[in-house]
């Protein structure tokens, strides 16, 4: 029953995140948007790895384990997911003091044909 | 059942966040939604994702995300129509003030964003942050709750007499200072030119600026009236909220630095002749 | 265009309902307490972390380092143009950082030396020793807390980079070694590169956006 609601709120978060990329037209919602759909990602495979009333995958924890493995994938999906967003945000900050804007339409309308000096 | 309070809490935090019309709210509630999230991992019995999405994801993303948003966003101008000055051209706005407004904007290295006000509403927009700058035609000499830039285009208050009778003074804030009792007070410059033309009153005190428009516009009564330059000199200028420091030093920089070149000089030219 | 990109998430969002609909009731897990044991760990994930996977995750470091160092490069690229005012010196938060900052490295250092008996593990260390550091950088801005010899924009991602690098060799000396030393070893080693890497975003950040 745990499981199950929190594979719906992991699909739900997914498909939330991908909306706001979809309609936002700011750069920074639309990383906030994706953001929230990476947590959505994680969040379903830590759901798809538990069992009913299972304890952590420690030894010496009685009753049923849950699975280690999804766990230990999105372990390092976790920190991987900051550094990479760092970068992104790093790119739009460059966009912003570069092109003084962060909406994608205005960016595409504005598109300089060579790359504006600094 | 803990778990799926959870669940929801974290889903709609999630939802809130990613509706609200505010950036800032927006990461604030993610990094609540974080938060919640590293909750439900607890209760899946994922210890060590939990840890990790709480020092990370409320923590750290949180804040890049934040020291990204400053310094960026909307730059919110609180703008009352003033014909060469400031105005709307089709949808877009143009004049003078905007030629700086917009030079601001690149400097910041913010989108800005025009507010179309009433002269009255203006020190209300800047003190309760709805905006950050006022522009069009303000001629205040000094208010305590504003900062205001340096001398921008100047200018002069004018009497206009047709014949001698009852004075009308446009609700100006400089204006109103001279006011005496009884005067009239117009909100409007045309209010005053048809106070003028139907007799109401005969002489007029107005900026150079709204008599030129005026006569510009044929709103007048008589072609030979007489003026009468009174005071020191004037100047339009911007209004910076208080705790906009920032935007304020931006614009005194960037005002001093068209000055020097002549482009302000040039722009005066270009669109006040 | 937008009535396309709904029709596809909806889409998307049904397929994942349906998908994972089908795949319960969800099967029994093979015994993995011997594996575990065998790798010297006591907890599982860490046993899969740093035994089983472990080129999986000396690359995930590398990544992170690769992004980080890109980090750096963009941020020392833009340059800093305005400098923002300091903030007004905060005596509570001062105090409160001076308090925190010992039981959260301690902690940090806990969760990295006993991921293999409990929960915990490098990266989760990591992370709150880079939580910490944030705090630190609120209290007394970046610029002063970074060492004179690793002052420049690039220069600090470097540092991430050869880190990780040296990781990575150390990572596959040891490959398929067991025991506890081994898994101590990398979990403090991935703890202080998740954390270093940390500190060059914070710092280019604050670079790039003004001090805290």
């Known amino acids: ?118 | 059942m803990g778990t799926l309070v959870l669940c929801g809490l974290a889903g709609a935090l999630a939802v809130f966040a990613l509706t609200r019309r505010r950036l800032l709210l927006g990461v604030i509630g993610v990094g609540a939604h974080s938060l919640a999230l590293a909750g439900v991992y607890l209760f899946l019995s994922a210890p060590d994702v939990a840890l990790a999405e709480a020092s990370i994801g409320f923590g750290l993303v949180t804040f890049i995300f934040l020291l990204a948003l400053r310094r960026s966003g909307r730059l919110v101008v609180a703008a009352v129509e003033c014909f060469p000055l400031l105005y709307q051209e089709g949808d877009r706005p143009a004049g003078l003030e905007w030629e700086i407004l917009a030079r601001l904007g690149d400097r910041l290295h913010r989108e800005v964003h025009v507010l179309w006000v009433c002269r009255g509403d203006v020190s209300g927009a800047l003190a309760s942050g709805e905006a950050e700058l006022a522009a069009g035609g303000f001629l205040v000499r000094s208010d305590p709750g504003l900062r205001l830039s340096r001398p921008v285009v100047p200018t002069r208050l004018v009497e206009v007499a047709v014949g001698p009778g009852r004075r009308v003074v446009l609700a100006h804030p400089c204006c109103e200072a001279l006011a005496q009792s009884g005067d009239l007070r117009c909100e409007e410059p045309e209010e005053l030119a048809r106070a003028l033309c139907s007799g109401e009153a005969c002489r007029a005190v107005l900026d150079l600026l709204t008599f030129r428009e005026l006569g510009l516009k044929g709103a007048w009564p008589e072609e030979n009236c007489a003026i009468r330059v009174l005071e020191d000199p004037l100047a339009y200028r911007f209004a910076v909220a208080l705790d906009a420091a920032e935007v304020h030093q931006a614009l005194e920089e960037l005002l001093a630095e068209l000055e020097d070149r002549g482009v302000l000089a040039d722009l005066v030219r270009r669109y006040l002749g | 265009m937008k009535v396309l990109g709904g029709l596809g998430i909806v889409g998307l969002v049904v397929l994942l309902v349906w998908l994972t609909w089908s795949c319960f009731p969800l099967g029994e897990l093979p015994p993995w307490e011997e594996a575990t044991a065998a790798w010297g760990s006591k907890n599982a994930v860490a046993a899969i972390v740093l035994g089983a996977r472990l080129w999986d995750t000396l690359f995930e470091v590398l990544v992170y380092a690769l992004a980080i160092a890109g980090v750096a490069l963009a941020a020392g690229s833009l340059g800093t143009k305005a400098v923002l005012p300091p903030l007004p010196e905060t005596p509570l938060l001062h105090l409160a950082v001076a308090l925190l900052l010992g039981p959260i490295g301690v902690f940090g250092l806990y969760v990295a030396v006993s991921g293999h008996l409990g929960p915990g593990g490098g990266f989760p260390a990591g992370a709150l020793v880079g939580s910490g550091l944030l705090l630190l950088a609120l209290a007394r801005g970046t610029r002063g807390l970074t060492p004179g010899w690793a002052g420049g924009a690039w220069e600090t991602g470097k540092f991430a980079v050869t880190g990780a690098i040296l990781l990575l060799g150390l990572g596959v000396l040891v490959l398929g070694a067991r025991g506890e030393p081994v898994l101590v070893g990398l979990n403090v080693l991935i703890a202080l590169e998740v954390a270093l890497g940390a500190w060059v975003v914070l710092r280019e950040f604050a670079h790039v956006r003004g001090e805290m």
């Open chain 1, 1 to 118: 029953m745990e499981a199950q609601g929190a594979l719906a709120l992991a699909i739900g978060l997914v498909g939330l995140g991908l909306w706001t990329v979809l309609v936002r037209r700011n750069l920074v919602w639309k990383l906030l948007g994706l953001n929230v759909a990476g947590g959505g990602a994680i969040l379903f495979l830590v759901a798809l790895a538990h069992r009913e009333k299972a304890g952590p995958a420690l030894e010496g924890v009685p009753g049923p384990h849950v699975d280690p493995l999804p766990q230990a994938l999105v372990l390092t999906a976790i920190v991987i997911h900051f550094a990479v967003l760092a970068l992104a945000l790093v790119y739009v900050i460059f966009l912003s003091e570069r092109r003084h804007t962060q909406d994608v339409r205005k960016l595409e309308e504005t598109c300089p044909t060579r790359w504006p000096e600094s």
